[in-house]
């Protein structure tokens, strides 16, 4: 079996493809034509050391945001380009600072914010562990309120074009939309299921710690984060490369079925620019690259 996998996400009319030595995207753009950027992989990033368990994680959620956001921002100037508009400088560094400040604002601080209200009429293993079960509602919440924009679900329908592609890959079907669509929109390695993951076992985690402080508790979270991305990525490896282990099934189930709110059905409009994603990929790495 071998020891990589492809990957990918969804970006604005378009996927990025991730492989061992290169990232591709495709976006359709205004005209309907579909547009395809490559760029290398950072040979520093990848030395022999950051396939190491645990330490991978880190390295390759890193590696990924790095690359998504870069991603992100080239579809969003191909959506933009018979606007004459460009999404660059500080409109882009002001956007991606916002981003960050609201996530860490609703998925960290307000968690920890609000069980504090409840901390003198709460033990400390029942305070930790509610501040976590409010942690996965905000996810869930936020899943489903993002779902109502339509811009997003024509996203959401890109990231099941993604899935379809890399399941008819690694079934060794043939790369063609009729082909393709046969397969689900989820898929065991999506990042919903990851950060799905993240949550429950800061869940378990945390949940274990004493009573903090609101500074000291808000602190130990964030400085807890790299364990928790780095076991979760271990846990979502492992299942996927035990498909058929009934016990890990069940494990990877609710991942599946939350990937039912972040996934829709594409056309094949939408699939066919997956498949130009992933094609170049392909072509350049050969075998090297194969699923198992």
Known sequence: MSEFFYGGQAVIEGVMMRGRRAVSVAVRSPSGEILLHREPLSKHLYAPWSRWPFLRGLIILWDTLVLGVRALIWSANVALEEEEAK???PVVWGTLILSLAFALGLFLFLPVFLVGFLDPYL???LSNFLEGVI???LFLGYLVAIGYSEQIRRVFAYHGAEHKTIHAYEHEVALEPSEIQRFPTAHPRCGTSFLLSVVVISILLFALLGPLPFLPRLLSRLLLLPILVAV???FIRFTARHPQN???QLAMAPG????????????????????AALKPLLAEEGSEGTSS
């Open 123 to 125: 033990d400390p293993f």
């Open 135 to 137: 942690r996965l509602l």
């Open 232 to 234: 979760s990525y271990e």
């Open 256 to 275: 599946l079925a939350l990937q039912g709110l972040t996934t829709r059905q594409p056309d094949d409009r939408m699939v066919e620019v997956a498949i």
């Open 87 to 89: 999404f660059e400088g």
């Open 246 to 248: 009934q016990l890990l």
